[in-house]
Nanobody, 122 residues
Framework: QVQLVESGGGLVQAGGSLRLSCAAS????????MGWFRQAPGKEREFVAR????????DYGDSVKGRFTISRDKAKNTMYLQMNSLKPEDTAIYYC???????????????WGKGTQVSVSA
């Protein structure tokens, strides 16, 4: 089993920055990819970014490219999402997830955290 706990959410003004963290525990993660998804009220959960745990290759959703950066610290079993130039439309609950292979598809992620709220004011 894999346990995931997000932190770092909060309220920020448009143009500001936040860094989310996802602490992972349980099975080793060398074979896993991890990702960030978000869900705004009344909308489906959408892909934000993912990183391959061993090699570090990354992928981003179109709406966050150039503004968000995903990274991981293997020694700490922690993944990060640095969010810059935040916009009101980035407001959502952000979820950390883990998969058995590198994917951007929500349904292929087997493990999920409980989420952290990010609110961006205009």
């Amino acid at each position: 089993q894999v346990q995931l706990v997000e932190s770092g959410g909060g309220l920020v003004q448009a143009g500001g920055s936040l860094r989310l963290s996802c602490a992972a525990s349980g099975r080793t993660f060398s074979a896993y990819a991890m990702g960030w998804f978000r869900q705004a009220p009344g909308k489906e959960r959408e892909f934000v970014a993912r990183i391959r745990w061993s090699g570090g290759s990354t992928d981003y959703g179109d709406s966050v490219k150039g503004r968000f950066t995903i990274s991981r610290d293997k020694a700490k079993n922690t993944m990060y999402l640095q969010m810059n130039s935040l916009k009101p439309e980035d407001t959502a609950i952000y979820y950390c997830a883990a998969a058995n292979f590198a994917t951007t598809k929500r349904d292929e992620y087997a493990y999920w955290g409980k989420g952290t709220q990010v609110s961006v004011s205009a």
